[in-house]
């Protein structure tokens, strides 16, 4: 599903006000503008009830392709600091922060994580998203110093939280003999999950690190060779993406469809992708079941 399906929520308004005791007598501006579903959920965890949070991106949408809108720009030019992913996910920002004018400051957190390349896909990594809460941490408490200690004490209280994910997803995975642990995607957006992990990534539908790039005929043919050699179980479809191509290919080649992953977008609310905790973990369970052709199961805890 691409974001022009979404032509009535270009903006949500995510987390607003500001709780008992946290008021703001220097008048500094208090709101944050967030590119991504994941950036936005990241902020949100630490801009707490200080800071009102704007995110770009609706759920369940693609990133690669989505067009700024007018509202957009109003948002960012209202904003004491923008939050961005990186790399080809967001790159239209960059013309929406000239268009909007104002004075914000724009903190890219792909410049904050260990990466792969040039792979964008940052957040597929836990130990990536608590790098990205120290950088989220700064940019807030320097566009509001007054919440400052806010935001040090959600910060901390939230890397707790990733990093009990992080171990937990490690014991799932543990689950799965090395030979199970093989991997084929929609697109190349699961990398750095599979190198945290332990997980050999077999290749994926779309070879590319984008969904808006299109298999050739012979990149699939290749591809079911290489389910039916290697004894893949299970392809896994994108939450996002038609899994059309998908069930054509699993088929062919004998694995099953597995559950749909969160890659490039968080879920709706009440979804088991609607957080970035819940899509880590919602990923891992479906890997699991998935990929032991549904003998063994197992959820992480955050």
Not at 95 to 104: E, H, K, M, Q, R
Not at 184 to 195: K, Q
Not at 213 to 237: H, M, N, Y
């Amino acid at each position: 599903m691409g974001t022009r399906s979404f032509a009535g929520a270009a903006l949500i308004v995510a987390a607003v006000g500001s709780g008992c005791g946290e008021g703001d007598p220097s008048g500094t501006n208090r709101i944050a503008v967030a590119t991504t579903t994941q950036v936005g959920d990241l902020v949100r965890n630490i801009a707490g009830t200080r800071t009102e949070v704007r995110q770009v991106l609706a759920p369940n949408s693609d990133p690669h392709d989505y067009e700024p809108r007018p509202s957009d720009a109003r948002a960012v030019a209202a904003a004491g600091v923008v939050f961005r992913s990186g790399g080809d996910l967001d790159g239209w920002l960059d013309d929406l922060v000239d268009s909007a004018g104002g004075d914000a400051h724009v903190v890219t957190l792909l410049d904050s994580v260990r990466t792969r390349g040039d792979d964008p896909h940052w957040w597929q990594d836990p130990r990536n998203a608590v790098r990205a809460v120290g950088a989220i941490r700064k940019g807030l408490a320097k566009a509001d110093p007054g919440g400052t200690g806010i935001y040090a004490r959600n910060a901390a209280s939230y890397v707790k939280r990733l990093r009990r994910l992080d171990r937990s997803v490690s014991r799932c995975i543990a689950q799965l003999p090395p030979s199970q642990r093989r991997l084929v995607t929609t697109h190349d957006a699961l990398g750095y999950y599979a190198d945290r992990y332990g997980i050999e990534v077999i290749g994926a539908l779309i070879p590319s690190l984008s969904t808006e790039a299109q298999p050739s005929a012979g990149d699939t043919a290749k591809l079911v060779e290489q389910i039916r050699e290697q004894e893949v179980k299970a392809i896994f479809p994108e939450r996002s993406v038609n899994p059309k191509l998908e069930r054509a290919v699993s088929r062919e080649a004998g694995a099953r469809l597995g559950e749909a992953l969160w890659a490039d977008t968080l879920g709706p609310e009440g979804s088991s992708g609607a957080t970035y905790l819940g899509s880590i973990a919602s990923n891992t369970t479906a890997l699991v079941e998935g990929l032991s052709g549904g003998s063994r199961s197992c959820r992480p805890r955050a």
